[in-house]
């Protein structure tokens, strides 16, 4: 089940922000979803899906455009290793 939001701006604030947004119910909704990932109610995973991405990479840019930062050490090591894996199979092909 999902739940609809709808928001009344007068026109002339609409007009206003149309100026920046183009599309002002993908601006609400990645607002939304960026502070919703910041507040730590949203998972990463649910990011993608409600936004509709793909892979980790578009998930960060749009992470980054929102000045959301959480790459962790974790991050870092998994990163690293996918990294030393990659690297240990391109070795053994030449």
């Known amino acids: 089940m999902a739940t609809s939001i ?10 206003r922000l149309a100026t920046k947004w183009k599309d002002l119910p993908r601006a609400a909704l990645e607002s939304l979803v960026a502070d919703g990932y910041r507040s730590e109610l949203l998972s990463a995973d649910q990011v993608r899906a409600l936004l509709g991405f793909g892979g980790r990479i578009r ?29 240990t199979k391109h070795r053994r092909r030449h």
Do not use: C, M, Q, S
């Open 6 to 15: 709808t928001l009344e701006l007068p026109e002339e604030i609409a007009r």
């Open 59 to 87: 998930l960060d840019k749009f992470l980054k455009h929102h000045g959301v930062y959480d790459y962790t050490i974790d991050d870092y090591e998994a990163d690293l290793a996918t990294l030393r894996t990659g690297r």
